[in-house]
């Protein structure tokens, strides 16, 4: 089959294809299948939007179920049997056993839908405009949360003025001896200091997209306390790092910590369907009957397969017990990768994990023989020089040990590349 009516006919702006330029045709657990037959291992997992794994076969039926039955496909947000029941099984399952009072607010269905709410709601609750966000941070494409997002391409793309967010450092942005909490603290205590009072701290708890820097229990405890102090809502996305990622549901789970708004999406739905939602402490549920609309608010089919994910996975501990041996397995992995390169190092935290090698070429060259070699592998980080795992939580250990030993055979590779170039 010629590929030509990508180039004929897709914008310009499509990205993930020219990394991995095949034609996937099926998808089953961890390994993707392409249109020459050829497995592929999948380290990528839809950014995090499969971490049960494609075409999960329980979330699969009750899906086909539903379907046969002529369930409700769209119903805007009128109540369904399906969403009272994923509801139901939300509170049940995630929000009461963690104490968490939140009520669920249906947005848009994707994450930027999510962040998007956030910002409005906190701007409302507080009547401040100001929202504070972090370098390095990733949190939607649309203009607001285009306006939160650290990236200077992305940002570009808003082809106007991007207004309401102030850049702080994150946690370690000047390296360890450098305490960027102090320096926040300053910024808000100093009334001369340029920064209007904010409306929200918005923070991812590990950095997806900007390089998996982890904030530590106590830098998110202290933005907490100082967002308290200043009369700031605190806005933990949890759409990339949350639903298990870093080892528990939400990523920021036992560090005492109480969001008052948490956007979720990716692997909401556990299947990969489009459903983002954002998690509100009642207190701030202060929205007038449709003042926040949209067609697509709640997808019905992401209703089905978000109960089953939750019942099958989070109604006991032994889908997240097994995650602390398959974390011990990606650090191991990497481990094995970061001793083949000089000062390389491990980010990230949990089972969103990487290695730091230096630079985007050769973190670029690495992902890149992975793919000749059948693992399907992103980076991440400001330039790109973070080589980012975020395989499937249910990957099993021949998995990983296949994948792994395919990213050792391609770092070598890259780095006799490197060599070679470096030599001419
Ligand atoms: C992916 C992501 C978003 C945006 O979600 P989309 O579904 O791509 O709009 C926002 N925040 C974080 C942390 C993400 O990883």
Redesign the pocket.
């Known amino acids: 089959m010629t590929r030509d009516i990508y180039t004929r006919r897709e914008s310009e702006a499509r990205s993930y294809c020219r990394s991995f330029p095949t034609s996937f045709v099926k998808a089953q657990g961890s390994i993707l299948t392409d249109d020459t037959g050829r497995e592929y291992i999948d380290f990528l997992a839809g950014?995090s939007s499969l971490n049960y794994g494609h075409n999960d076969p329980d979330m699969k039926a009750a899906l086909i179920d539903h379907l046969m039955a002529d369930g409700v496909t769209h119903g805007l947000d009128m109540h369904t049997d399906q969403k009272e029941a994923f509801l139901t099984a939300f509170e049940e399952i995630i929000l009461r056993p963690r104490n968490m009072d939140h009520k669920v607010m249906m947005v848009g269905p994707?994450?930027?839908?999510a962040?998007e709410a956030a910002m409005k709601l906190a701007r409302k609750v507080t009547g401040r405009h100001n929202i504070v966000a972090f370098t390095n941070g990733?949190?939607?494409?649309t203009m607001g949360?285009l306006a939160a997002t650290g990236n200077s391409g992305k940002r570009g793309g808003g082809g106007m003025p991007l207004q309401g967010v102030t850049h702080l450092p994150f946690e370690g942005a000047f390296g360890p001896d450098v305490d960027t909490l102090k320096q926040i603290e300053f910024m808000l205590d100093n009334p001369s200091s340029g920064l209007d009072a904010p409306a929200a701290f918005l923070i991812?708890p590990v950095q997806?997209?900007g390089g998996l820097n982890a904030a530590s229990a106590d830098w998110l405890r202290g933005i907490a306390a100082l967002a308290k102090k200043h009369g700031a809502l605190l806005i933990l996305?949890d759409?990339?790092?949350g639903i298990g990622r870093t080892g528990t549901f939400f990523s920021f789970e036992e560090m005492g910590i109480e969001p008052d708004l948490i956007?979720l999406?990716?692997s909401l739905s556990g299947f990969g369907l489009p459903f983002?939602a954002l998690l509100v402490k009642p207190q701030h549920d202060i929205w007038k009957p449709a003042e926040h609309n949209g067609t697509f608010r709640g997808n019905t089919h992401a209703f089905v397969t978000a109960r089953v994910a939750l019942e099958k996975f989070w109604k006991d501990s032994a889908f997240q017990d097994s995650l602390t041996d398959k974390t011990r397995t990606v650090e191991t992995g990497l481990t094995s990768i970061a001793d083949m390169i000089d000062g390389a190092f491990l980010k990230g935290r949990g089972l969103m994990r990487g290695v730091d090698v230096g630079s985007g070429d050769l973190a670029g060259t690495i992902c890149a023989e992975a793919f000749k070699r059948g693992l399907i592998i992103e980076t991440s980080g400001a330039h790109d020089e973070v080589v980012k795992v975020l395989a499937p939580l249910t990957t099993t250990d021949e998995q990983f040990a296949a994948g792994f030993e395919i990213l050792r055979d391609a770092t070598r590779a890259a780095l006799t590349d490197t060599m070679k170039i470096a030599a001419e």
Not at 110 to 113: I, S, V, W
Request: proline share 5%; hydrophobic share 35%.
């Open positions: 950014c994707t994450g930027t839908n962040v990733f949190h939607g494409m949360a991812e997806g997209e996305d759409i990339q790092a956007p999406a990716k983002a």
